[in-house]
Nanobody, 126 residues
Framework: QVQLVESGGGLVQAGGSLRLSCAAS????????TGWFRQAPGKEREFVAAISGNGMATYYADSVKGRFIISRDNAKSAVSLQIGSLKPEDTAVYYC???????????????????WGQGTQVTVSS
């Protein structure tokens, strides 16, 4: 079992930035690819970014590339998502998730993620 707890969401004006954090506990954190997903009201869950277990590989959705940065600290069992140049369409609940994967692999399909946090709300005002 891996437990994930997100924090750092909030209300921000368009163009602003936030740093989302995800604290993990349980099994060896580096054995898991960690990803961020988001879901806006009435929309399907959307992949945002993911980072491999060793932190050497990352992958971003086209919609956030160049604006969001994912990072992890395995010593602290933590992953962060720096989100910048925010747009109203970035408004959503953001979820941290963990997927078992080979150490250098990135997983983008939400169906392959076994563990999920409770989510943190990000609201971007225009």
């Amino acid at each position: 079992q891996v437990q994930l707890v997100e924090s750092g969401g909030g209300l921000v004006q368009a163009g602003g930035s936030l740093r989302l954090s995800c604290a993990a506990s349980g099994r060896t954190f580096s054995n898991y690819c960690t990803g961020w997903f988001r879901q806006a009201p009435g929309k399907e869950r959307e992949f945002v970014a993911a980072i491999s277990g060793n932190g050497m590989a990352t992958y971003y959705a086209d919609s956030v590339k160049g604006r969001f940065i994912i990072s992890r600290d395995n010593a602290k069992s933590a992953v962060s998502l720096q989100i910048g140049s925010l747009k109203p369409e970035d408004t959503a609940v953001y979820y941290c998730a963990a997927a078992p994967a080979s150490i250098g692999s990135v997983v983008t399909a939400w169906q392959l993620y076994d563990y999920w946090g409770q989510g943190t709300q990000v609201t971007v005002s225009s």
